[in-house]
């Protein structure tokens, strides 16, 4: 909902949730909750991020404080710490760049077609 964000790797609620509903919530999830603010403050959190397990995407009215916060319990620092994840990431930028683009460049004379891998995009 609007105002909690929920990941494998844990969670942020409302800044007004008891600590007795945070708890509870915890235990049946399994995952560290924490209650907490983005946008300098507002408490509709689902609105005012997104995250999953690699990233975390928020307005950029969101203070110092509120991104360490998103950080930390959503594990999102790279400090080699967790390796699972860091796995997973290389994974996917390697399948990804095996995938081949097809750009369309509209001209006066016609249309061509450019086949492109995202290595190629990444090294011009």
């Given at each position: 909902?609007?105002?909690s964000v ?6 942020m609620m ?5 600590i007795?509903?945070q708890?509870?919530l915890?235990s ?6 924490v ?6 403050g507002?408490?509709?959190i ?17 203070t110092a ?5 998103i950080?930390n ?6 400090k080699g710490?967790?390796?699972n994840i860091?796995?997973?990431?290389s994974v ?6 095996s995938?081949t683009?097809?750009i ?14 995202l290595?190629?995009l990444?090294?011009?």
């Amino acid at each position: 909902g609007s105002y909690s964000v929920l990941t494998n790797q844990g969670g942020m609620m409302h800044p007004k949730t008891p600590i007795e509903d945070q708890d509870e919530l915890s235990s049946l999830l399994q995952l560290p909750l924490v209650a907490g603010t983005v946008n300098r403050g507002s408490s509709a959190i689902g609105a005012g991020m997104v995250v999953n397990d690699w990233i975390a995407f928020c307005g950029r009215e969101t203070t110092a404080t509120e991104i360490s916060l998103i950080e930390n319990i959503f594990k999102l620092s790279d400090k080699g710490e967790h390796n699972n994840i860091n796995q997973m990431r290389s994974v996917l930028v390697e399948s990804m760049t095996s995938l081949t683009l097809i750009i369309l460049n509209y001209s006066s004379r016609g249309i061509f077609f450019i086949l492109l891998t995202l290595k190629d995009l990444f090294l011009m």
